[in-house]
């Protein structure tokens, strides 16, 4: 009887200890760090997506970078190319400029330089509102645009990635950290 008592006592000590020490694992591994291991209903639980997103028209690469660099907004990659159907390349063929204008917009809005990373190339996470699509663009964290971000919108629970903040417009920003850079989501 004592031997039983005893056990039952340590088994649900220990269950106690379990539940203790699996709480904090269970919620850092909440949130995925990566857009592409998270499913776009996870991505945008929460969100308010418009009827009619702000969209505008595709656009090829080269009037893409026309306006970028009008703007003095640059760009690059790890495989230092634009084609679309390489990850390692940054590519914005086939983005809205609807998107380039949202782009175009934060950097006269925050006198922030921008340095874009991402675009609609393959590689990311797949669904509705995503890179390929042409909805939205990565950029490299940098001090200036990040103080931007923080004073100037709405923090939110990130769905995916460490912080996630919106826009007035209703545009997601997502800074992730493997590798370190903001996603951006424009409507």
């Not at 909440?30 to 702000?54: H, K, N």
């Not at 330089?113 to 890179?131: I, K, N, Q, R, S």
């Not at 919108?153 to 990635?161: I, L, S």
Request: net charge positive.
């Amino acid at each position: 009887m004592r031997t039983q008592i005893l056990g039952g006592l340590l088994a649900v000590t220990l269950s106690a200890i379990s539940l203790i020490t699996a709480a904090p694992a269970a919620s850092a591994t909440a949130v995925p760090s990566t857009e592409q291991r998270t499913p776009e209903r996870v991505r945008l639980a929460g969100f308010d997506i418009p009827a009619q997103p702000r969209g505008g028209v595709k656009i090829s690469h080269a009037t893409a970078t026309a306006r970028l660099s009008a703007a003095g907004i640059t760009w690059g990659s790890s495989g230092n190319c634009s084609d679309r159907l390489n990850p390692n390349c940054t590519s914005f063929d086939q983005i809205f400029s609807g998107t380039i204008d949202q782009v175009i917009t934060l950097k006269r809005a925050s006198g922030c330089a921008v340095h874009l990373t991402g675009g609609t190339e393959t590689g990311h996470g797949g669904g509705t509102y995503t890179h390929w699509n042409g909805y939205k663009v990565d950029f490299r964290r940098a001090d200036c645009i990040e103080g931007y971000i923080r004073r100037s919108f709405t923090q939110r629970q990130p769905t995916f990635g460490v912080e996630q903040w919106v826009s007035n417009a209703g545009n997601i920003y997502t800074r992730e950290a493997n590798p370190p850079h903001w996603d951006v989501l424009y409507f």
